[in-house]
Protein backbone atom coordinates (compact mmCIF):
# COMPACT_ATOMS: atom_id res chain seq x y z
CA UNK A 1 0.00 0.00 0.00
CA UNK A 2 1.50 3.09 -0.80
CA UNK A 3 0.84 6.48 1.72
CA UNK A 4 1.41 9.64 1.70
CA UNK A 5 4.08 11.62 4.06
CA UNK A 6 1.59 13.62 6.76
CA UNK A 7 2.96 17.03 7.37
CA UNK A 8 2.19 19.60 9.89
CA UNK A 9 1.32 22.97 8.89
CA UNK A 10 1.56 26.41 10.34
CA UNK A 11 -1.05 25.12 12.86
CA UNK A 12 -1.29 21.24 12.87
CA UNK A 13 -2.48 18.66 10.36
CA UNK A 14 -5.10 19.27 8.05
CA UNK A 15 -6.52 17.44 4.81
CA UNK A 16 -9.69 16.58 2.93
CA UNK A 17 -11.97 14.58 4.84
CA UNK A 18 -12.05 11.29 3.53
CA UNK A 19 -9.55 12.32 0.94
CA UNK A 20 -6.42 12.04 3.19
CA UNK A 21 -8.21 12.58 6.37
CA UNK A 22 -9.10 9.53 7.27
CA UNK A 23 -9.85 7.13 10.04
CA UNK A 24 -6.35 5.25 8.66
CA UNK A 25 -4.07 7.75 8.39
CA UNK A 26 -5.57 9.69 11.70
CA UNK A 27 -4.44 6.47 13.61
CA UNK A 28 -1.08 6.59 11.84
CA UNK A 29 -0.50 9.83 13.35
CA UNK A 30 -1.69 8.75 16.30
CA UNK A 31 0.87 6.21 16.70
CA UNK A 32 3.47 8.42 15.88
CA UNK A 33 2.49 10.51 18.79
CA UNK A 34 2.50 7.43 21.24
CA UNK A 35 5.73 6.07 20.37
CA UNK A 36 7.13 9.81 21.03
CA UNK A 37 5.42 9.90 24.30
CA UNK A 38 6.36 6.49 25.42
CA UNK A 39 9.85 7.77 24.38
CA UNK A 40 9.59 10.67 27.19
CA UNK A 41 6.62 9.38 30.00
CA UNK A 42 6.87 6.14 31.69
CA UNK A 43 2.66 6.12 31.95
CA UNK A 44 1.55 9.01 29.54
CA UNK A 45 -1.51 11.09 29.78
CA UNK A 46 -3.15 12.72 26.48
CA UNK A 47 -6.05 14.82 26.43
CA UNK A 48 -8.49 14.25 23.81
CA UNK A 49 -11.55 16.13 22.12
CA UNK A 50 -13.01 17.52 18.96
CA UNK A 51 -14.73 20.14 17.24
CA UNK A 52 -18.16 20.91 15.31
CA UNK A 53 -17.31 19.83 12.22
CA UNK A 54 -17.85 16.51 10.21
CA UNK A 55 -16.59 13.20 11.44
CA UNK A 56 -15.09 14.25 14.60
CA UNK A 57 -16.31 12.16 17.03
CA UNK A 58 -15.29 9.13 14.88
CA UNK A 59 -11.73 10.60 14.16
CA UNK A 60 -11.28 10.31 18.00
CA UNK A 61 -12.24 7.65 18.60
CA UNK A 62 -9.52 6.21 16.10
CA UNK A 63 -7.01 8.13 17.73
CA UNK A 64 -8.17 7.12 21.16
CA UNK A 65 -8.05 3.08 20.14
CA UNK A 66 -4.60 4.00 18.54
CA UNK A 67 -3.20 5.68 21.83
CA UNK A 68 -4.87 2.94 24.51
CA UNK A 69 -3.44 0.19 22.21
CA UNK A 70 -0.09 1.51 22.97
CA UNK A 71 -0.26 2.06 26.94
CA UNK A 72 -1.32 5.50 26.45
CA UNK A 73 -4.03 6.82 28.37
CA UNK A 74 -6.44 8.83 27.55
CA UNK A 75 -8.98 11.39 29.16
CA UNK A 76 -11.70 12.07 26.26
CA UNK A 77 -13.90 15.11 26.11
CA UNK A 78 -17.92 14.42 26.94
CA UNK A 79 -18.64 16.70 24.53
CA UNK A 80 -17.03 18.88 21.51
CA UNK A 81 -15.10 21.70 22.81
CA UNK A 82 -12.98 24.37 21.66
CA UNK A 83 -9.15 24.44 21.01
CA UNK A 84 -8.82 26.52 24.58
CA UNK A 85 -10.49 24.02 26.51
CA UNK A 86 -7.99 21.02 25.30
CA UNK A 87 -5.19 23.53 25.87
CA UNK A 88 -6.65 24.39 29.70
CA UNK A 89 -7.50 20.81 30.15
CA UNK A 90 -4.04 19.33 29.87
CA UNK A 91 -2.87 21.94 32.07
CA UNK A 92 -4.87 21.67 34.92
CA UNK A 93 -5.20 17.80 34.86
CA UNK A 94 -1.56 17.77 34.23
CA UNK A 95 -1.42 15.64 31.33
CA UNK A 96 1.27 15.22 28.82
CA UNK A 97 -0.04 15.81 25.70
CA UNK A 98 -3.63 17.36 24.07
CA UNK A 99 -5.34 16.32 20.87
CA UNK A 100 -7.27 18.78 19.00
CA UNK A 101 -9.77 17.05 16.14
CA UNK A 102 -10.24 19.81 13.76
CA UNK A 103 -9.54 21.84 11.13
CA UNK A 104 -10.16 25.44 12.97
CA UNK A 105 -11.16 28.00 10.19
CA UNK A 106 -10.84 25.67 7.31
CA UNK A 107 -13.60 24.85 4.66
CA UNK A 108 -16.30 22.30 6.06
CA UNK A 109 -14.67 19.35 3.54
CA UNK A 110 -11.08 19.40 5.70
CA UNK A 111 -10.38 18.27 9.11
CA UNK A 112 -7.38 18.88 11.09
CA UNK A 113 -4.99 17.27 13.88
CA UNK A 114 -3.87 19.60 16.34
CA UNK A 115 -0.99 19.11 19.30
CA UNK A 116 -1.00 20.76 22.70
CA UNK A 117 1.70 20.50 25.02
CA UNK A 118 1.41 20.19 28.90
CA UNK A 119 2.11 23.94 29.76
CA UNK A 120 -1.20 25.02 28.06
CA UNK A 121 -0.42 26.26 24.84
CA UNK A 122 0.71 24.72 20.75
CA UNK A 123 3.48 22.08 21.08
CA UNK A 124 6.93 23.22 20.10
CA UNK A 125 7.78 23.27 16.97
CA UNK A 126 10.49 21.18 17.82
CA UNK A 127 8.61 18.20 19.56
CA UNK A 128 5.81 18.42 16.32
CA UNK A 129 8.49 18.13 14.17
CA UNK A 130 9.75 14.93 16.31
CA UNK A 131 6.52 13.63 16.44
CA UNK A 132 6.21 14.03 12.57
CA UNK A 133 9.15 11.95 11.21
CA UNK A 134 7.57 8.68 13.78
CA UNK A 135 4.43 8.89 11.98
CA UNK A 136 4.60 5.14 10.36
CA UNK A 137 3.48 4.45 6.57
CA UNK A 138 1.69 1.83 7.98
CA UNK A 139 -0.46 0.85 11.32
CA UNK A 140 -2.49 -1.62 12.96
CA UNK A 141 -5.56 -0.39 13.77
CA UNK A 142 -7.21 -1.99 17.10
CA UNK A 143 -10.13 -3.49 17.16
CA UNK A 144 -11.18 -3.34 20.80
CA UNK A 145 -14.07 -0.72 21.53
CA UNK A 146 -13.72 2.08 23.56
CA UNK A 147 -15.38 0.61 26.43
CA UNK A 148 -13.20 -2.39 26.22
CA UNK A 149 -10.21 0.33 27.17
CA UNK A 150 -12.20 1.96 29.97
CA UNK A 151 -12.60 -1.20 31.23
CA UNK A 152 -8.78 -1.31 31.42
CA UNK A 153 -8.40 1.79 33.11
CA UNK A 154 -6.30 3.64 29.99
CA UNK A 155 -10.24 5.80 28.62
CA UNK A 156 -11.51 8.46 31.22
CA UNK A 157 -14.23 11.03 30.33
CA UNK A 158 -13.66 14.42 31.25
CA UNK A 159 -15.97 17.31 31.11
CA UNK A 160 -13.96 20.04 29.82
CA UNK A 161 -16.50 22.59 28.90
CA UNK A 162 -17.60 22.89 32.65
CA UNK A 163 -14.17 23.25 33.40
CA UNK A 164 -13.37 26.04 31.19
CA UNK A 165 -16.95 27.82 32.19
CA UNK A 166 -15.89 27.82 35.92
CA UNK A 167 -12.43 29.22 34.85
CA UNK A 168 -14.35 31.82 32.99
CA UNK A 169 -16.55 32.86 35.62
CA UNK A 170 -13.52 33.03 38.59
CA UNK A 171 -11.78 35.63 35.80
CA UNK A 172 -14.91 37.86 35.01
CA UNK A 173 -17.61 39.45 37.12
CA UNK A 174 -20.57 38.07 34.99
CA UNK A 175 -23.33 39.90 36.93
CA UNK A 176 -21.77 43.41 36.36
CA UNK A 177 -21.17 42.31 32.79
CA UNK A 178 -25.27 41.19 32.75
CA UNK A 179 -25.89 44.64 34.06
CA UNK A 180 -23.83 46.50 31.37
CA UNK A 181 -25.71 48.84 29.25
CA UNK A 182 -23.76 47.60 25.98
CA UNK A 183 -25.34 45.04 25.16
CA UNK A 184 -23.56 41.84 23.40
CA UNK A 185 -24.05 39.77 19.75
CA UNK A 186 -21.68 36.41 19.49
CA UNK A 187 -22.01 34.33 16.71
CA UNK A 188 -20.25 31.04 16.99
CA UNK A 189 -19.69 30.55 12.98
CA UNK A 190 -21.12 26.86 14.05
CA UNK A 191 -18.03 26.28 15.90
CA UNK A 192 -17.20 25.11 19.17
CA UNK A 193 -17.94 28.27 20.90
CA UNK A 194 -21.47 27.91 20.86
CA UNK A 195 -22.60 27.10 24.32
CA UNK A 196 -19.91 29.16 25.91
CA UNK A 197 -21.39 32.55 25.59
CA UNK A 198 -25.05 31.21 26.38
CA UNK A 199 -23.91 29.79 29.86
CA UNK A 200 -21.74 32.45 30.87
CA UNK A 201 -24.30 35.79 29.12
CA UNK A 202 -27.59 34.48 28.79
CA UNK A 203 -28.53 38.15 27.98
CA UNK A 204 -26.44 37.92 24.76
CA UNK A 205 -28.00 37.99 21.27
CA UNK A 206 -26.64 34.69 19.61
CA UNK A 207 -26.32 33.87 15.96
CA UNK A 208 -25.21 30.25 14.23
CA UNK A 209 -24.89 28.82 18.13
CA UNK A 210 -26.52 25.71 16.62
CA UNK A 211 -24.76 22.53 15.70
CA UNK A 212 -24.14 22.49 12.06
CA UNK A 213 -21.18 20.08 10.76
CA UNK A 214 -20.89 21.61 7.56
CA UNK A 215 -21.13 25.49 8.27
CA UNK A 216 -24.03 26.13 5.85
CA UNK A 217 -21.11 25.59 3.48
CA UNK A 218 -19.30 28.50 4.35
CA UNK A 219 -15.58 28.82 6.00
CA UNK A 220 -16.03 29.29 9.94
CA UNK A 221 -13.33 31.99 9.62
CA UNK A 222 -14.00 35.52 11.51
CA UNK A 223 -13.57 37.70 8.47
CA UNK A 224 -16.18 40.67 8.05
CA UNK A 225 -17.17 38.65 4.16
CA UNK A 226 -17.86 36.19 6.42
CA UNK A 227 -20.16 37.74 9.08
CA UNK A 228 -22.32 39.89 7.72
CA UNK A 229 -25.51 39.32 8.92
CA UNK A 230 -23.90 39.76 12.59
CA UNK A 231 -22.81 43.50 11.17
CA UNK A 232 -26.54 44.02 9.93
CA UNK A 233 -27.71 42.56 13.64
CA UNK A 234 -25.28 45.43 15.23
CA UNK A 235 -26.08 48.27 12.95
CA UNK A 236 -30.23 47.91 13.26
CA UNK A 237 -30.27 46.80 16.85
CA UNK A 238 -29.31 50.12 19.18
CA UNK A 239 -28.97 48.57 22.08
CA UNK A 240 -26.49 46.17 20.91
CA UNK A 241 -23.12 47.97 21.17
CA UNK A 242 -20.10 44.87 20.07
CA UNK A 243 -20.47 41.62 18.46
CA UNK A 244 -17.95 39.34 18.85
CA UNK A 245 -17.28 36.00 16.44
CA UNK A 246 -15.30 33.06 16.94
CA UNK A 247 -14.08 30.49 14.18
CA UNK A 248 -14.21 27.03 14.01
CA UNK A 249 -12.46 25.80 16.96
CA UNK A 250 -12.88 29.27 19.07
CA UNK A 251 -9.30 30.50 18.98
CA UNK A 252 -9.65 33.21 17.03
CA UNK A 253 -11.36 36.12 17.36
CA UNK A 254 -13.43 38.46 15.24
CA UNK A 255 -15.29 42.08 16.57
CA UNK A 256 -17.48 45.04 15.58
CA UNK A 257 -18.21 48.44 16.59
CA UNK A 258 -21.79 49.85 17.51
CA UNK A 259 -21.97 51.14 13.77
CA UNK A 260 -21.61 47.52 12.97
CA UNK A 261 -17.84 47.91 11.18
CA UNK A 262 -15.53 44.94 11.81
CA UNK A 263 -12.66 45.64 14.07
CA UNK A 264 -9.74 43.48 12.52
CA UNK A 265 -7.21 41.40 14.74
CA UNK A 266 -4.78 44.23 14.57
CA UNK A 267 -6.88 46.49 16.42
CA UNK A 268 -7.83 44.35 19.10
CA UNK A 269 -4.01 43.26 19.63
CA UNK A 270 -3.70 47.26 20.22
CA UNK A 271 -6.83 47.27 22.33
CA UNK A 272 -5.64 44.19 24.71
CA UNK A 273 -2.30 46.47 24.66
CA UNK A 274 -3.85 49.34 25.29
CA UNK A 275 -6.16 47.90 27.88
CA UNK A 276 -3.67 45.80 29.79
CA UNK A 277 -1.35 48.11 30.39
CA UNK A 278 -2.38 51.39 30.30
CA UNK A 279 -5.28 50.94 32.60
CA UNK A 280 -4.45 47.41 34.13
CA UNK A 281 -0.86 48.31 35.19
CA UNK A 282 0.34 45.47 33.28
CA UNK A 283 4.00 44.82 31.66
CA UNK A 284 5.42 42.48 29.30
CA UNK A 285 7.00 42.07 26.08
CA UNK A 286 4.25 42.17 23.05
CA UNK A 287 4.91 39.44 20.82
CA UNK A 288 3.74 39.34 16.90
CA UNK A 289 3.40 37.29 13.98
CA UNK A 290 5.29 38.82 10.92
CA UNK A 291 2.20 39.95 9.17
CA UNK A 292 0.68 41.96 11.92
CA UNK A 293 0.59 45.71 11.63
CA UNK A 294 3.89 48.07 12.31
CA UNK A 295 1.44 50.05 14.56
CA UNK A 296 1.81 47.71 17.45
CA UNK A 297 5.88 48.59 17.16
CA UNK A 298 4.60 52.42 18.08
CA UNK A 299 2.21 51.74 20.32
CA UNK A 300 4.87 49.37 21.87
CA UNK A 301 7.42 52.28 21.84
CA UNK A 302 4.98 54.80 23.39
CA UNK A 303 4.82 52.63 26.23
CA UNK A 304 8.28 51.43 26.32
CA UNK A 305 6.95 47.07 25.88
CA UNK A 306 9.55 45.28 24.14
CA UNK A 307 8.48 43.93 21.03
CA UNK A 308 8.88 40.11 19.00
CA UNK A 309 8.53 39.18 15.97
CA UNK A 310 8.39 36.33 14.68
CA UNK A 311 7.44 33.75 12.29
CA UNK A 312 3.49 33.22 11.14
CA UNK A 313 2.09 29.96 13.47
CA UNK A 314 1.25 30.31 17.15
CA UNK A 315 3.40 27.96 18.24
CA UNK A 316 6.11 30.22 17.85
CA UNK A 317 4.80 32.96 20.13
CA UNK A 318 3.44 30.23 22.65
CA UNK A 319 6.91 29.04 22.98
CA UNK A 320 8.20 32.42 24.34
CA UNK A 321 5.38 33.00 26.37
CA UNK A 322 6.19 29.95 28.48
CA UNK A 323 9.51 30.88 29.08
CA UNK A 324 9.24 34.63 28.80
CA UNK A 325 7.24 37.55 30.65
CA UNK A 326 4.79 38.36 27.76
CA UNK A 327 1.78 40.56 27.97
CA UNK A 328 0.21 40.24 24.60
CA UNK A 329 1.13 37.09 21.78
CA UNK A 330 -1.08 37.92 18.54
CA UNK A 331 -1.48 37.58 14.81
CA UNK A 332 -2.92 38.90 12.05
CA UNK A 333 -5.58 35.86 11.80
CA UNK A 334 -7.22 36.87 14.90
CA UNK A 335 -5.02 34.15 17.44
CA UNK A 336 -4.31 36.44 20.29
CA UNK A 337 -3.08 35.52 23.66
CA UNK A 338 -2.93 37.18 26.81
CA UNK A 339 -1.02 37.42 30.14
CA UNK A 340 -2.63 36.02 32.70
CA UNK A 341 -4.38 33.29 31.09
CA UNK A 342 -2.89 29.88 29.37
CA UNK A 343 -0.35 30.31 26.62
CA UNK A 344 -3.05 30.19 23.95
CA UNK A 345 -5.21 31.49 21.60
CA UNK A 346 -8.34 32.18 22.97
CA UNK A 347 -11.16 34.27 20.78
CA UNK A 348 -13.86 33.99 23.92
CA UNK A 349 -11.38 35.00 26.62
CA UNK A 350 -10.27 37.84 24.49
CA UNK A 351 -13.95 38.75 23.18
CA UNK A 352 -14.44 39.00 27.05
CA UNK A 353 -11.61 41.04 28.20
CA UNK A 354 -12.43 43.79 25.77
CA UNK A 355 -16.25 44.06 26.83
CA UNK A 356 -15.05 44.30 30.17
CA UNK A 357 -13.00 47.05 29.32
CA UNK A 358 -15.77 48.72 27.63
CA UNK A 359 -17.71 48.12 30.78
CA UNK A 360 -15.12 49.24 33.25
CA UNK A 361 -14.37 52.44 31.43
CA UNK A 362 -18.16 53.10 29.88
CA UNK A 363 -16.84 53.72 26.13
CA UNK A 364 -18.04 51.91 23.34
CA UNK A 365 -15.35 49.90 21.40
CA UNK A 366 -15.37 52.47 18.11
CA UNK A 367 -14.43 55.07 21.07
CA UNK A 368 -11.86 52.88 22.74
CA UNK A 369 -10.27 52.60 18.99
CA UNK A 370 -10.46 56.38 19.05
CA UNK A 371 -8.05 56.42 22.13
CA UNK A 372 -5.24 54.02 20.39
CA UNK A 373 -5.22 56.20 16.86
CA UNK A 374 -4.74 59.10 19.07
CA UNK A 375 -1.42 57.52 20.00
CA UNK A 376 -0.57 55.84 16.56
CA UNK A 377 -2.53 57.53 13.64
CA UNK A 378 -5.42 55.38 11.51
CA UNK A 379 -4.79 52.57 9.13
CA UNK A 380 -6.62 50.31 7.20
CA UNK A 381 -5.35 46.57 6.75
CA UNK A 382 -6.59 43.62 4.51
CA UNK A 383 -6.08 40.65 3.07
CA UNK A 384 -6.88 38.83 -0.40
CA UNK A 385 -6.39 35.34 -0.53
CA UNK A 386 -5.59 34.43 -3.79
CA UNK A 387 -6.55 30.31 -5.19
CA UNK A 388 -4.18 30.07 -7.70
CA UNK A 389 -2.46 26.48 -9.33
CA UNK A 390 0.84 25.70 -6.86
CA UNK A 391 3.21 26.59 -10.19
CA UNK A 392 2.00 29.92 -10.06
CA UNK A 393 1.61 30.42 -6.49
CA UNK A 394 5.36 28.93 -6.47
CA UNK A 395 7.33 31.29 -8.79
CA UNK A 396 5.40 34.31 -7.26
CA UNK A 397 7.36 33.27 -4.03
CA UNK A 398 10.55 32.62 -5.69
CA UNK A 399 10.16 35.81 -7.69
CA UNK A 400 9.37 37.72 -3.91
CA UNK A 401 11.97 36.26 -2.45
CA UNK A 402 14.84 36.61 -5.24
CA UNK A 403 14.39 40.24 -5.02
CA UNK A 404 12.14 40.26 -8.43
CA UNK A 405 9.80 42.92 -8.04
CA UNK A 406 11.41 46.54 -7.98
CA UNK A 407 7.33 48.13 -7.14
CA UNK A 408 3.68 47.27 -7.25
CA UNK A 409 2.07 49.72 -10.44
CA UNK A 410 2.46 52.98 -8.58
CA UNK A 411 3.42 52.10 -4.82
CA UNK A 412 7.36 51.84 -4.38
CA UNK A 413 9.01 50.67 -1.03
CA UNK A 414 11.77 51.45 0.86
CA UNK A 415 13.10 48.24 2.12
CA UNK A 416 12.09 44.28 2.51
CA UNK A 417 11.77 42.08 5.50
CA UNK A 418 11.74 38.15 4.66
CA UNK A 419 11.34 36.47 8.21
CA UNK A 420 8.11 34.60 7.06
CA UNK A 421 7.42 35.59 3.22
CA UNK A 422 8.01 38.53 2.04
CA UNK A 423 7.12 42.10 3.41
CA UNK A 424 7.49 45.26 1.64
CA UNK A 425 7.83 48.96 3.39
CA UNK A 426 5.91 51.21 1.53
CA UNK A 427 6.92 55.50 0.82
CA UNK A 428 3.72 56.74 2.10
CA UNK A 429 4.14 54.50 5.38
CA UNK A 430 1.98 51.39 4.30
CA UNK A 431 3.01 47.75 3.37
CA UNK A 432 2.47 44.92 1.17
CA UNK A 433 3.06 41.22 1.96
CA UNK A 434 2.91 38.10 0.27
CA UNK A 435 3.10 34.92 1.30
CA UNK A 436 1.58 31.26 0.75
CA UNK A 437 -1.06 29.60 3.18
CA UNK A 438 0.50 27.00 5.73
CA UNK A 439 -2.58 25.15 5.42
CA UNK A 440 -4.46 26.07 2.03
CA UNK A 441 -4.08 26.12 -1.37
CA UNK A 442 -3.82 29.74 -1.42
CA UNK A 443 -1.83 32.56 -1.75
CA UNK A 444 -2.12 35.32 0.73
CA UNK A 445 -1.57 39.12 -0.33
CA UNK A 446 -1.72 41.23 2.83
CA UNK A 447 -1.82 45.41 2.44
CA UNK A 448 -2.29 48.01 4.75
CA UNK A 449 -3.02 51.73 3.94
CA UNK A 450 -4.07 55.31 5.75
CA UNK A 451 -7.58 54.66 4.38
CA UNK A 452 -9.94 52.22 2.96
CA UNK A 453 -10.11 53.31 -0.61
CA UNK A 454 -5.74 53.62 -0.23
CA UNK A 455 -5.78 50.03 0.75
CA UNK A 456 -7.61 48.44 -1.73
CA UNK A 457 -6.17 50.08 -4.52
CA UNK A 458 -2.78 48.79 -3.31
CA UNK A 459 -4.33 45.28 -3.27
CA UNK A 460 -5.57 46.23 -6.54
CA UNK A 461 -2.25 47.17 -8.22
CA UNK A 462 -0.25 44.03 -6.50
CA UNK A 463 -2.58 41.39 -8.00
CA UNK A 464 -2.47 43.17 -11.63
CA UNK A 465 1.90 42.95 -10.99
CA UNK A 466 1.85 39.76 -9.69
CA UNK A 467 -0.47 38.09 -11.95
Not at 49 to 71: I, P, Q, S
Request: proline residues 4%; hydrophobic residues 40%.
Amino acid sequence: MTTEKIKFGTDGWRAIIAKDFTVYNVSRVSKGLADWLLARHEKPVVVIGHDCRFGGALFVEAATKVLCANGVKVLIADTFISTPMISMGVLKLNAHQGVVITASHNPPSYNGYKLKGPHGGPSSPRDIAAVEALIPDEVDVPAQSLEYWREKGLLETVALEDMYVDYLRQQFDFEALARSPFKIAYDAMYGAGQSVIRRVLPGAVLIHCENNPGFMGQAPEPLDKNLQELSKTIATTPELKIGLATDGDADRIGLYDEDGNFVDAHNIILLLIHYLHKYKGMNGKVVIAFSVTDRVKKLCAHYGLPVEVTQIGFKYISEIMVHDDVLVGGEESGGIAVKGHIPERDGIYDGLLLYQFMNDTGKTLKELCEEVYGIIGRFVYDRHDLTIDNDKKNAIIKKAADGGYTKFGKYAFTHTENIDGVKYHLENGGWIMLRASGTEPLLRVYAEGNSKEETLDILTDVKATIL
